[in-house]
C-alpha cells in the first residue's frame, strides 16, 4: 500500500520560532570548534613544508566554509524547515534519497558523532578523577544520557546550556592565544621534534582533508531554520558570523601553535596545545588544556544531539513506520521521543566502543564518506531546486551563481575521494550501512 504522510498541520507536529540569532551562531560555534582544533593542526602541519601554507590551508578552509555556508543560506531560506539537509534532499531527489540520508544520519553519522565527542569527553575527565577500569566509558555514557536529559526539558535548557559551553570553550581558546602571543618567548625548539615534517609533495590534499574537517559541523544550522525567530535573514546573518569567527579562532591559535612551537615540533606533537601550555607554563597548565578539550567535547556533543534529533523528527513526519519520531512537546518546545531514540542509539554506539577501542576508531572511518557523500548531493540540490522551483521565493540568492556553488560541489567530491581514500575498510562498513537502509525502504514501502 502507498504511505500516508502524518498531517504536518497539526501543532503537535509543529516545531515554534524560539531561537535568536545568538542561539544559532551559539550552536553553530560550538559544533565546529570543538576538539579537532586541539587535534588536527599537527597533522596539517605534517603535511605542509612551511609555516606560510600551514597558515593558508587554514585560511582556504575558511573560505570553502564560506561558500558552502552561502549556498546553505539559500537553500535555509528557501525552504526553512527542522529537517535540514533531509528536507533540501527530499524536494531534489524524492522519497529514497532523503530516507537513506536520514537513515544513514540517526543509525551512523549523528549517533557516531555524539558517541565520538562523549569518549573524548571521558578520556580527558579521567584524567581527573579516574572512577575505575571503565572511566572513559562510564563518562561517556553519563554524559549522553545527562545532555539526552537536558535537551529533553526542552530546547531553551539545551540553547542556554550550549551558550554556556561556547562561552567556556571561546574562552578558554582565547586564553591560549594570549598566553601564546604575550606570555610566551618565541620557541627554540626546547624539545626535539620526533618525526619531520614531510614534503608538500603528494601531501597538501591530505593536509586540506584535515582542516576542512576541522571546520566541519556548520550546515547543521539547517536543522534549526524553522525555529529562527528572525527566519531567512537571521540563517544569512548567523552562518555568515559562525564562520567568520570561527576562521578568525582557528587562524590565530594556529598561529600562536606556530609561533610558540615551531613548525617541526608542531608536526611531532600528539597533543599540540598541551605542549604550547606546558612550555609556557608547567605541567599545571597542560592538565588545564585536558579540562577544555572536555569542555569543548561537551560543547559539540550537546549541539549534536541539538540538531540530530530533528532530522529524526523530519524522518517521522514522512515515512509512518517512524511516526512517533515526528511528535513535537510544545511545552518543551523539542522532539521529545526523537531525542529518546537517538540518546539509545548513542549509548549502544558507547558500549560498543567499551567492548573493544577499535571500535571507537571504526566509527571516526565510517562516518566520514557517508556525510561527505550526502553533503555532495545537497550542493548539487540547489541547482535541481532552482530549475524545479523556478517560481519560488528565494530571500537570499547565493551571490555569483552558479560559480559558487560549483566550488561547494567540487570541494565536497574532492572530500568525498580523500574520505575514502583515507578510511579504507572503514568505508565498507558504512557502505554496508546505507545498503541496509536502501533494504528498509523497500520493505517499508511494501
Known amino acids: 500500500m502507498p504511505q500516508k504522510s502524518v498531517n504536518k498541520s497539526d501543532p503537535s507536529y509543529q516545531p515554534k520560532k524560539t531561537l535568536s540569532t545568538i542561539d544559532a551562531i551559539a550552536i553553530i560555534v560550538g559544533i565546529v570548534i570543538g576538539a579537532g582544533v586541539f587535534k588536527t593542526p599537527s597533522l596539517v602541519a605534517l603535511n605542509t613544508s612551511n609555516d606560510v601554507l600551514f597558515l593558508l590551508a587554514w585560511l582556504a578552509g575558511g573560505g570553502i566554509s564560506l561558500v558552502g555556508a552561502l549556498s546553505y543560506a539559500e537553500l535555509c531560506a528557501t525552504y526553512p524547515h527542522t529537517g535540514g539537509d533531509y528536507h533540501f534532499l527530499y524536494r531534489a ?67 542556554t546550556a550550549q551558550k554556556l559551553f561556547t562561552l567556556l570553550e571561546v574562552g578558554g581558546i582565547l586564553l591560549i592565544i594570549v598566553v601564546g602571543l604575550f606570555f610566551t618567548p618565541i620557541s627554540e625548539t626546547s624539545l626535539p621534534p620526533t618525526k619531520p615534517a614531510v614534503s608538500i609533495s603528494g601531501s597538501l590534499g591530505m593536509a586540506m582533508v584535515f582542516v576542512l574537517l576541522t571546520f566541519g559541523g556548520w550546515n547543521e544550522a539547517a536543522y534549526i ?42 608536526a611531532s606533537s600528539d597533543a599540540v596545545a598541551a605542549d604550547l601550555m606546558r612550555y609556557a607554563w608547567g605541567e599545571n597548565a597542560a592538565k588545564f588544556i585536558g579540562l577544555l578539550v572536555a569542555i569543548s567535547a561537551l560543547t559539540s556533543a550537546n549541539a549534536t544531539i541539538i540538531t540530530g534529533a530533528r532530522s529524526n523528527y523530519a524522518l517521522g513526519q514522512d515515512f509512518p513506520f517512524f511516526k512517533r519520531l515526528s511528535q513535537w512537546n510544545h511545552q518543551t518546545s523539542s522532539p521529545v521521543k526523537a531525542l529518546i531514540v537517538q540518546g539509545l542509539l548513542a549509548t549502544t554506539l558507547v558500549l560498543l566502543g567499551l567492548m573493544t577501542r577499535r571500535g571507537f576508531e571504526t566509527i571516526v572511518d565510517y562516518t566520514a564518506p557517508v556525510f561527505w557523500f550526502f553533503f555532495l548531493l545537497v550542493g548539487a540540490a540547489l541547482f535541481i531546486l532552482r ?5 519560488t521565493p528565494r530571500p537570499f540568492k547565493v551571490p555569483f551563481y552558479p560559480i559558487l556553488p560549483a566550488v561547494f560541489c567540487v570541494s565536497s567530491t574532492f572530500l568525498l575521494y580523500s574520505s575514502l581514500v583515507y578510511t579504507g575498510i572503514g568505508a565498507v562498513f558504512g557502505v554496508f550501512v546505507l545498503l541496509v537502509g536502501f533494504l528498509v525502504f523497500i520493505v517499508l514501502r511494501r
Not at 530516507?99 to 553519522?109: E, K
Not at 545532555?147 to 531553551?156: A, P, S, Y
Not at 546573518?237 to 615540533?265: C, D, F, K, P
Open 93 to 159: 531527489y524524492g522519497r529514497p534519497v532523503a530516507f537513506l540520508f536520514a537513515w544513514t544520519r540517526m543509525v551512523v553519522i549523528q549517533t557516531g558523532s555524539i558517541a565520538l565527542l562523549a569518549f573524548i569527553f571521558g578520556d580527558y575527565a579521567t584524567q581527573f578523577y579516574p572512577i575505575g577500569p571503565y572511566s572513559e566509558g562510564i563518562y561517556a555514557l553519563a554524559i549522553v544520557l545527562i545532555l539526552t536529559f537536558i535537551n529533553i526539558l526542552g530546547l531553551t535548557f539545551g540553547a
Open 225 to 266: 531554520s524553522a525555529e529562527l525567530k528572525k527566519g531567512a535573514r537571521g540563517m544569512a546573518s548567523a552562518l555568515l558570523w559562525s564562520i567568520l569567527i570561527i576562521t578568525i579562532v582557528y587562524l590565530l591559535v594556529n598561529y600562536t601553535y606556530i609561533r610558540v612551537l615551531g613548525h617541526e615540533q608542531m
Open 387 to 391: 530549475k524545479k522551483d523556478p517560481e
